[in-house]
């Protein structure tokens, strides 16, 4: 289950699994357990863990084509 878990995570956030998400993947599984390993209660349960939530913060603070704001632009 766990392996399915992280495949389908991997999907969704379109990235790696990397080590900082097993927290995530773990009580993923345990929430999927909760309900007999529905694949309802799996899917349901990806879409509302934080790496899935937080998918795209991480991404727009990092675009590098993304206009600084700073305290001088702000003022004009």
Do not use: C, H
Not at 53 to 72: K, S, Y
């Amino acid at each position: 289950m766990q392996t399915l878990t992280q495949r389908l995570l991997t999907y969704a956030l379109g990235r790696t699994v990397e080590y900082y998400d097993m927290p995530a993947v773990r009580k993923i599984v345990r929430e999927a357990a909760d309900d007999d390993y529905r694949f309802s209660s799996l899917i349901w349960a990806i879409v509302e863990s934080d790496p899935f939530q937080l998918r795209g913060i991480a991404e727009e603070d990092e675009d590098p084509a993304a206009p600084e704001v700073t305290a001088q632009n702000a003022r004009e």
